[in-house]
């Protein structure tokens, strides 16, 4: 089923509307926490378009339901896998490697470093306030199914051209030393800015000339 009141508020404002079901073609899948900490079934399709479309379930007298709530379109030369849900709205899927539409360059080149167990593809991230954006140092070969730990703080990616699965830290908790005061505020406002909280020691020249350069 499909709302039509609230068309696409779970995805991109640019979402045409839903895949018709004739053309649907489901791959990758994931079952969290939506937007409103509703429960959430996201779809890899590859059907009429590349994109994740978005589900809530929802509960009937006959058994659990799926209503349409929107979707995310693939960027361009993006070839979706897997999706994992980030229990915000948000997900992550893997590119596995550029789309195969027939001998181009770029599936060459793909296939060429897929033989070699090279970099192909990687992982993006999605949320309505960023976007898409890469997740770094997610690059690898055919990366396929892809995971995220109970905490939301690690990735899993298998990477089938590798024949290895990647363990990735999406937070990491940083400690910074400085030897300055001054330097605790600018490191404050940049962490403010990206979001996080940074934890910071700061190292004072107590006599010994063993750590910092600060002399109160």
Sequence with gaps: GSRSDTSADWGSPDCPGPVAPQLFAPHGVDVGTGPGGLPMLAVVNHGSRESVEL????????????EWRGCVRLPEKIWPNDVALLGDGAFLVSDMMPPRNGPTLDTLVAAAHLIFGGDTGAVLEWSQQRGWSPVPHSEGSAPNGVAVSSDGREIFVAEWGAKRLVRLRRHADVIVAVDNPINVDALGAAAAAAGVRLRVVIEMDIGIKRAGVYDP
């Excluded at 589900?55 to 799926?66: A, C």
Aim: glycine share 8%; aromatic share 8%; no cysteine.
């Design 55 to 66: 589900f809530e379930i929802t509960q009937i007298e006959s058994g659990p339901r799926l």
